[in-house]
């Protein structure tokens, strides 16, 4: 069974400040990661994903998340924060087969001016 | 030039009746699916079809069907609505059924049981 936990519902960071968005995951097999981000009013799109190779992987807006096996983390950051960046962000995990696929509860993230 | 796309957009409806929420992807994907997201945001899978097959079902309602016409098209009819139903809906659509791929999401489609 797998399932992913993000910690912190709520970040507040300054508009500059850098972002860090925490993601742990439990996968008995190697997993599928993924950093999803909603902004209000609207469906899910994909920042970003891990499936196989180098372990730092770059998404859209300048966001980045390290896959880290020995930690179980997928933590997204980015280096500076702009107010356009405020929206409730989703980890998410899948196995391999797709059979299973799980959403973290997500972090709203604020960003202030 | 919508990818995936929702009707209607808001449903308000009385508890006990039923009701029908269309989804439609035009990206040419094999796979699509059905999300819950419920007031505290949290986002959980319903059901999945690959290529008009159930593939995910998970612990739903049997108030909740979803049909597959068409490998474009995944509709979801909600029969007896009850007010714990009041949520945000997602359809999603993937390229094929394997784990590594992007889903892309319609718009949602916002459902109030009075």
């Known amino acids: 069974a797998q399932s992913v936990t993000q910690l912190g519902s709520h970040v507040s960071v300054s508009e500059g400040a850098l972002v860090l968005l925490r993601c742990n995951y439990s996968?008995?097999?190697?997993?599928?990661l993924f950093w999803y981000v909603q902004y209000p009013n609207q469906g899910l799109q994909l920042l970003l994903k891990?499936?196989?190779?180098?372990?730092l992987v770059k998404g859209i807006n300048g966001f980045e998340a390290e896959f880290k096996k020995s930690e179980t983390s997928f933590h997204l950051t980015k280096p500076s924060a702009h107010m356009s960046d405020a929206a409730e962000y989703f980890c998410?995990?899948?196995?391999?087969?797709?059979?299973?696929?799980?959403f973290g509860t997500g972090t709203s993230l604020t960003v202030i001016p | 030039d919508t990818a995936v796309s929702q009707t209607p957009k808001y449903l308000v409806t009385q508890m006990g009746n039923d009701k029908s929420i269309k989804c439609e992807q035009n990206?040419?994907?094999?796979?699509m699916y059905w999300y819950k997201q419920d007031s505290k945001k949290f986002l959980k899978i319903m059901f999945s079809?690959?290529?008009?097959?159930?593939?995910i079902n998970e612990t739903v309602p049997n108030r909740f069907s979803p049909k597959s016409p068409d490998k474009a098209h995944l509709n979801l009819h909600i029969n007896s609505l009850e007010l714990g139903d009041s949520a945000v809906y997602f359809c999603?659509?993937?390229?094929?059924?394997?784990?590594?791929?992007?889903?892309?999401f319609g718009p949602g489609t916002r459902l109030t049981v009075l």
């Open positions: 999603a659509s993937s390229q094929s059924w394997t784990g590594d791929n992007e889903q892309f």
């Open positions: 996968s008995s097999v190697p997993p599928y």
């Open positions: 891990y499936t196989t190779g180098a372990t």
């Open positions: 998410a995990v899948s196995d391999q087969a797709g059979n299973q696929f799980y």
């Open positions: 990206l040419g994907h094999d796979t």
């Open positions: 079809y690959n290529n008009k097959e159930l593939i």
